[in-house]
């Protein structure tokens, strides 16, 4: 007979037998491994959640407090709605943004600090699948912040929360708690110790949330901090959201305006969690 040609044997493996080294196991996604992450993150601040969800609702209830009764006298109004309608936006996803990357923050610190960090690293699942779970879980805690925040200011009196434009709510908000979810991931990979997060916290997240138009709008700034402010990704963030709630912003004068900042906010986040995925690939301070 003539010769012909044979295809690769397909090899067969008994029950029970070992795979062969290097050949993978897992293909595509590992939802289990996935899933678990995900769960083992969000039960974390679950088990504390006092301090983790109902502490942050109470500051901010008290951030409200406080500014209306120093800036919201005698029926101030700003962008046509009273001050404390105007500012409860802000503080709603303000506190959402930086529970985001409290939770963040904390996951790989804590394991390098506590020497549990293998229990991260060793799991089969790839980077893409570890930044999402640990990123999945601080947007649920910022969710969660949100809801507590939004509900707590609900019995506040003279505080509206009427939606005129939900999907920039759920846009503008996703997209802040997930900017600081993934700056978060990035703290807790470069830092060594807990003061090296709280630094980030102080110096970069806290100033950038004060100075991004939370309590006022940037047509009261001189032009050069206008301009300023605009290069602050968390003022779109900011505006955006109270977007959704009043339906007037200081993006811009035109819904085309705080489409284009959301579409803006959508690339920043895609180029920040490539970065965040390459730093996590490289193994930098994690496998060396």
Known sequence: MPDQAHSP??????P????????????????????????????????????????????TLLFLVIFTVAMGRSGRMVLGVPFATFVAPGLIVMGMMQNAFANSSFSF??????GTIIDLLMPPLSNGELMAGIVGAAVTRAIAVG???????????????????????????LMGATLLALLGLLTSIWA????????VTNFVVAPLSLLSGTFYVIHNLSPVFQAISRANPFFYVISGFRFGF?????????????????????????????ITYLVLRSGWKLKS
């Open 9 to 14: 044997a397909v090899e067969t493996r008994a």
């Open 192 to 199: 060594e110790k807990f003061d090296h997060a709280a630094a």
């Open 109 to 114: 610190l804590s394991g390098k600090i506590q």
């Open 16 to 59: 029970g037998a070992f795979i062969p080294r290097g050949q993978p196991v897992i293909q595509g996604l590992n939802r289990i491994g996935l899933w678990s992450l995900y769960i083992k993150e969000v039960r974390r601040f679950l088990k504390v959640q006092t301090q983790t969800i109902w502490a942050p609702a109470v500051t």
């Open 246 to 274: 009043l339906g007037r912003s200081d993006i811009g004068d035109t819904n085309l305006a705080v489409i284009q900042g959301a579409v803006g906010l959508g690339v920043f986040n895609a180029v920040l969690a490539l």
């Open 147 to 173: 809801l507590a925040v939004g509900g707590a200011m609900l019995m506040f009196p003279g505080v509206s929360l009427a939606m005129a434009h939900p999907w920039a709510v759920v846009w503008f908000g």
